[in-house]
């Protein structure tokens, strides 16, 4: 067997047996086939697609590419994972809320893909931060104070780890089979026994349309099955960017506010709703919109902002940034961005959104490239907002005057603002489930 027939097989649009799915994860992971016959093969699924069984395959030799969390001596464990979208803060709130409820969290989270952002970089924007550890103290974090963030760090997955930085600097970011194994191929590595999925759709997410991001979860609905994990995909609106603030401190701002109550519409609507499945699949309670109330009332009471500091400190972030976070680094320029018209938000294209925060410096353009933590976008009006003539749309943080003055002018044009009054987008498309029936007992 060689690399060479593997590539020309796909090329062809054939079907690849176990044992070349097996052949390439392996000699990838460990050096002996190049990124550039790695791309070839990748960019020959992105054409070409995968059968549920390849697609199978290449999750299961993923996820064993390295080790294999055993998370049983923590206990009932659900994880959450995205598809990614921009302005997708949702693990950052989530994460403590329910680790104020009791859950046991113990998550790892990717870095920025396409013009997505990722937790990791987030994270890593708090000084201090680590999202680097060893395998103990992820789990002696986890029993100590119920949660631990941290980054594709570790021996889990490394397969993935290779080929999310290669899918992303080759744009092949985007394809069902990818998408599917990437995520479930962590999941597994992890050691979580049960999943809730966000499944992102529109714009600004790698499923464009609502029949892809139903085809995306019924694939990681079977993987789950066949891999013996309830698995819960949350299907969610990502045609506009989620919440006010895209880029990474921005971001942290923004969760730090919303842990505290103040949470714009579209991001408590995720919040709850992932949040409530995550509740059930971890047996606190089988009703959905009491889960919601469970929810809200660690937010009032101030549980979850203590379990986020808590978070913070317990992996050596600097917790001052927290509670005073006007000490973040600003960005040099905050330019505004003004309506020409007046009229209401019609659309907000999240992909453009992304693609400006990105080339600010928020995303990576190769994959070797820094973050720059401080620039973004903040959004006043979003879709359904009435809007003054000259009346302000966003702030852009910039650090280079020129890519600030150029962000103005493409943050004006992804708005679509018209005469008619538009109502606000569903957060919440769809639901799709594998609960077993022992576990609504
Ligand atoms: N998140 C992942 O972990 N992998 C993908 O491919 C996309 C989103």
Do not use: W
Request: net charge negative.
């Amino acid at each position: 067997m060689n690399i060479l027939e593997i590539i020309g097989k796909k090329r062809d649009s054939k079907e690849l047996t176990k044992e070349e799915i097996d052949y390439f994860v392996n000699n990838y992971t460990n050096g002996e086939i190049t990124d550039y016959q790695a791309s070839a093969l990748v960019m020959a699924i992105y054409i070409n697609g995968m059968t549920i069984e390849e697609t199978t395959n290449l999750t299961l030799a993923m996820a064993h590419s390295g080790d294999i969390l055993d998370l049983s001596e923590v206990g009932n464990v659900v994880d959450k994972h995205s598809t990614g979208g921009v302005g997708d803060k949702v693990t950052l709130i989530l994460m403590p809320i329910c680790a104020a409820l009791g859950c046991k969290v113990a998550k790892m989270s990717g870095r920025g893909l396409g013009v997505t952002g990722g937790t990791k970089d987030k994270l890593e924007a708090i000084p201090g931060y680590k999202t680097e550890i060893s395998i103990d103290e992820f789990i002696k974090n986890v029993n100590k104070i119920g949660i631990s963030l941290i980054g594709q760090t570790l021996n889990l997955a490394p397969a993935d780890k290779k080929l999310y930085a290669l899918r992303d600097a080759i744009n092949c970011t985007a394809n069902i089979p990818l998408i599917a194994s990437s995520i479930m191929s962590k999941k597994i590595a992890s050691g979580a026994n049960k999943l809730v999925l966000d499944v992102t759709c529109g714009s600004g997410a790698f499923m464009q349309n609502i029949e892809d991001a139903e085809e995306l979860s019924k694939t990681m609905i079977n993987i789950g099955k066949l891999a013996n994990k309830e698995t819960v995909c949350i299907i969610t609106n990502m045609d506009q960017p989620l919440g006010r603030m895209v880029g990474n401190t921005l971001e942290v701002i923004e969760a730090i506010e919303a842990l505290k109550g103040n949470m714009d519409e579209d991001v408590k609507n995720v919040v709850l709703e992932l949040g409530a499945y995550i509740l059930k699949l971890d047996g606190k309670g089988n009703d959905i919109e009491k889960n919601k109330k469970l929810i809200e009332e660690v937010i009032v009471n101030g549980k979850a902002y203590n379990k986020f500091l808590e978070l913070i400190s317990n992996q050596d972030g600097d917790i001052s940034y927290i509670e005073n976070y006007n000490k973040f680094e600003k960005s040099k320029y905050k330019l505004e961005v003004k309506s020409s018209i007046s009229g209401y938000v019609h659309n907000l294209n999240a992909f453009k959104v992304g693609q400006i925060a990105s080339l600010l410096g928020a995303g990576r353009q190769r994959k070797e490239d820094e973050i720059d933590y401080s620039v973004g976008i903040e959004l006043l009006k979003k879709v359904g907002d009435k809007v003054q003539e000259q009346e302000t749309l966003a702030y852009i943080y910039a650090n280079d005057e020129q890519k600030g003055k150029q962000a103005v002018i493409d943050l004006q044009k992804a708005y679509l603002i018209s005469a008619e009054n538009v109502e606000k987008p569903k957060d919440i498309l769809e639901i799709i489930t594998f609960i077993k029936k022992s576990s609504l007992i």
